[in-house]
């Protein structure tokens, strides 16, 4: 059929859409995409060089490279950083540049408010970050337990960049959560019913979820803490008669979804990566999807699992043991069914399989560990060792970030236009895999031998010596990892090979357009009539009955369509601006803080008179 | 997507698959988050409640409340939610001139509880009830001071509004503007019943 000509507004021409300045202002959710994707890296990096102080002071006993202070500033901000502002908003990258293209949507159901998120991330980010250069950085620890985070203990600015910045991230991401629900509910491309949407688009809707009713309990959580600070309430100060462990409650009860939050967008991207590289369909796919949607359920019913040591009473401890020990059915089942997956299929071993494979082995390890901690009467001897540090470590690095990795090599040609190369890439994946186990699978042993978690020193002579300079060896293993991931990230930026539009033979819709896609996406709204509308439209529907009959009626088409595409907008930017303000403002003078609301107020009210 | 003219505009997104707009659909999530957000001030309040008694550390709720006072200006938060639901249904009726009137009486009546609010918060203060002085004074400002600060936005949000059908932007006050407005403002009512019920009338029970 001739394709009509399609016309899009003037504010979507090329030279529009070039200078920083069109990067400032943008609400185009692939270009938000990539600057979250770019923040995050970046954070990568930072946090990445806080692991190596922190792995060369704990390399041999008894060295004060780093002071003790300054390392607990470090343990603290390496996880603030890893969890918030690495993890966390890669994963947003592929939400934000990923869903709109498989659920055939031309943009996020609010472009304006999508900006806003990013905009308020980055300046959150920053903000806790800034805390190095102004006295002295948060080193309460990234759960920030009271009454340790209580002015008496905690007399510097840390504990307050770490409170405020951490409200700004939750603003942030909350905005992002009612945008994503919405879009993923909403702007689904006919005939993509909830079942047929892709598992990536199930996960980050589950995870969507998992934001909006968990952060506000962190919310209230760091409002409270905020009060005792700056205005001396006694939520947390136990002579008043105030209960520390009601910040543990608050916490954990965000805390724990927190943890899904960070790994269901990898399991997501995981689902993606196998069936296209097995060439095989996804092995029980509604499964998966419903043990995503239980593992969101029951995340919330096992905060106090982290709380074990706290003598809850017997009832608790087996009520939160218990629902802790079903998470891991719906778990082990999606790990079946990936193993499924690529049980007998014609598998090709790219750096994105590699990973994805890395990801199931991996976080299969540290979900086994985790399992052990279920258990109140071996938890309280795990508690505080360093075979919590292996568990989460196992889950984080080999689970999530193995999982984004994986996400990278994967989309990466679809993002740029450009395959990153496969050789580099699997160098890459093996130093990964090897440098992960070399650093963490001996602090299973340090954890048993009973070295506690965020000592900044030990004595030599307790077993402890070997398997800390190993776990150092291996640290340097996956930095040198990360920097061959970033030379090949850059060259083949600059001049990899061309990718085509399809290079993984995908089924999803993003592989429909070309590399990268439009500024528009889809020049019409695709018709969906399976979970594999590409596959179907190249090898022919899989399904015993074919239903493709729904697109064979030849739709008459116009010669010219005419997109509507939101405009830019830089209100976006100046609301999160007026956010920081607000915050930063709580430490500075109350004046501050006025202007910070007055600019979220005016700013508001001139984005919502904009024309859109 | 019409076929009978040679030029077509495509509108930014086909009908929303879930039947609900993108607009209210969001405001629904923002609500059950919000219910989060207070169901923490609550189990906060109430985990901390009489544990003041036990510290000897006065002024105690008794002390200080007055449920008469307390009875009127919750009248009057409800009141306000009729006052909203006849202006979403003036609105639908596309009658302007009682959409203004019941849009700016809903604002009166929330600006009236927001005062009693800040008579409660002076006058509790003025008995001695202090931010800082113990746990029922912690507990409740930041509770019921919570409360009041999404009422007060949500007397600004109104005047917008109302403010919005003098101007040339007019268009924009539509059906669903109106509702999800409405929608926030009957979520904070229900939540000051909660509070009413569990801070206030709770101390009176035996």
Redo the contacts between chains.
């Keep these: 059929m001739a394709s009509p000509a399609i016309v899009l507004p003037e504010h979507c021409s090329e030279e529009k859409l070039s200078g920083i300045w069109s990067w400032i202002t943008t609400v185009d959710h692939k270009r938000i995409g990539v600057m979250y994707g770019v923040s995050a890296l970046s954070f990568f990096i930072l946090g990445g060089v806080e692991a190596l102080a922190i792995r060369t002071q704990l390399a041999m006993p008894n060295q004060s490279i780093v002071g003790a202070h300054f390392y607990n500033s470090l343990v603290t901000m390496h996880a603030t950083t890893m969890i918030f502002l690495m993890v966390m908003p890669l994963s947003a990258a592929f939400f934000n540049y990923m869903v709109p293209l498989m659920i055939g949507a031309r943009d996020v159901a609010f472009p304006r408010l999508n900006a806003f998120s990013f905009w308020t991330f980055l300046f959150g980010g920053l903000f806790i970050n800034s805390s190095f250069f102004f006295g002295e950085a948060p080193a309460a620890g990234w759960f920030g337990y009271a009454n340790l985070t209580s002015i008496q203990y905690s007399p510097g600015p840390g504990v307050d960049f770490w409170a405020l910045g951490l409200q700004t991230l939750g603003v942030a991401s909350l905005a992002a959560g009612f945008n994503f629900i919405a879009t993923i509910l909403n702007m689904r491309a006919p005939g993509m019913s909830l079942m047929r949407m892709p598992v990536f688009v199930w996960m980050t809707l589950v995870v969507q979820f998992l934001v909006i009713l968990s952060f506000p309990m962190i919310t209230v959580a760091l409002i409270l803490l905020t009060f005792d600070r700056m205005f001396g309430t006694n939520f947390y100060v136990p002579e008043a008669g105030g209960d520390p462990l009601l910040w543990q409650h608050l916490f954990w009860l965000f805390g724990h979804p927190e943890v899904y939050i960070l790994i269901l967008p990898a399991m997501g991207i995981v689902s993606e990566v196998l069936p296209v590289f097995a060439r095989k369909p996804l092995f029980g796919a509604p499964f998966v999807i419903f043990s995503g949607i239980l593992i969101g359920f029951v995340g919330f019913g096992v905060w106090s699992h982290h709380m074990f040591t706290t003598g809850l009473g017997p009832v608790a401890d087996t009520a939160f043991s218990l629902a802790t020990m079903l998470i891991a059915i719906p778990t082990g089942v999606k790990i079946f069914n990936w193993l499924a997956t690529i049980w007998g299929g014609s598998i090709r071993f790219t750096t994105a399989m590699l990973f994805a494979l890395g990801f199931i082995s991996m976080f299969t390890i540290g979900g086994l560990s985790g399992v052990m901690h279920a258990s109140p009467p071996i938890d309280l001897h795990h508690q505080d060792s360093y075979f919590v540090v292996a568990h989460f470590h196992y889950v984080l690095y080999g689970g999530a970030i193995l999982g984004l990795f994986s996400g990278i090599y994967y989309w990466f040609p679809k993002i740029t236009g450009k395959l990153m190369d496969e050789s580099w890439g699997k160098v890459h994946f093996w130093s990964s895999l090897v440098g992960l186990n070399v650093t963490f699978f001996p602090m299973h042993f340090l954890g048993m031998q009973g070295m506690p978690r965020r000592v900044y020193t030990y004595e030599g002579g307790f077993g402890w010596d070997i398997w800390n300079l190993c776990a150092t060896v291996g640290a340097f293993t996956l930095a040198l990892s990360a920097l061959i991931f970033f030379i090949n990230l850059l060259k083949s930026l600059a001049n990899g090979e061309q990718a085509g539009n399809d290079p993984w033979d995908g089924a999803t819709l993003e592989w429909t357009l070309t590399s990268p896609p439009p500024v528009h996406n889809f020049d019409l709204m695709p018709k969906v009539t399976s979970e594999r509308p590409f596959w179907d439209q190249k090898y022919g529907s899989t399904h015993g009955h074919d239903d493709t009959t729904e697109v064979a009626e030849e739709e008459q088409l116009p010669a010219e369509i005419h997109i509507h595409m939101p405009p830019a907008s830089y209100w976006p930017m100046v609301v999160s601006f007026g956010v920081i303000t607000f915050f930063a403002g709580l430490m500075i003078h109350p004046v501050v803080s006025v202007v910070g609301a007055l600019t979220v107020i005016v700013g508001t009210v001139a984005w919502t008179f904009e024309p859109e | 997507?019409s076929?009978d003219?040679?030029?077509?505009?495509?509108?930014?997104?086909?009908p929303?698959?879930?039947g609900?707009p993108?607009l209210k659909?969001?405001f629904w999530?923002?609500l059950?988050?919000?219910c989060?957000?207070f169901?923490?001030?609550i189990a906060?309040y109430l985990?901390?409640r009489g544990?003041?008694q036990?510290?000897g550390?006065g002024p105690y709720p008794l002390d200080l409340f007055s449920v008469e006072v307390t009875t009127i200006s919750t009248f009057d938060l409800l009141m306000s939610s009729v006052t909203m639901v006849l202006a979403v249904a003036a609105i639908q009726r596309g009658n302007m001139f009682q959409t203004r009137l019941w849009l700016g009486l809903t604002a009166l009546l929330g600006a009236i509880f927001v005062g009693f609010q800040g008579y409660e918060f002076t006058h509790f203060y003025l008995e001695g009830l202090k931010?800082?002085g113990?746990?029922f004074?912690?507990?409740f400002y930041?509770l019921t001071g919570f409360h009041g600060t999404h009422v007060t936005l949500g007397v600004?949000w109104l005047l917008?509004v109302l403010a919005t059908t003098f101007t040339k932007?007019r268009g924009?006050v539509t059906h669903l503007n109106v509702e999800v407005a409405g929608l926030y403002w009957h979520f904070v009512d229900i939540v000051w019943i909660v509070i009413f019920t569990l801070v206030y009338l709770m101390e009176y029970t035996v």
């Design positions: 997507m076929s003219h040679s030029a077509v505009s495509v509108h930014e997104h086909p929303p698959s879930f609900v993108n659909l969001a999530l923002f059950a988050s919000d989060m957000l169901g923490s001030l906060t985990s901390y544990k003041d036990l510290f550390n931010l800082q113990n746990l004074g912690s507990t930041v600004v917008l932007h924009m």
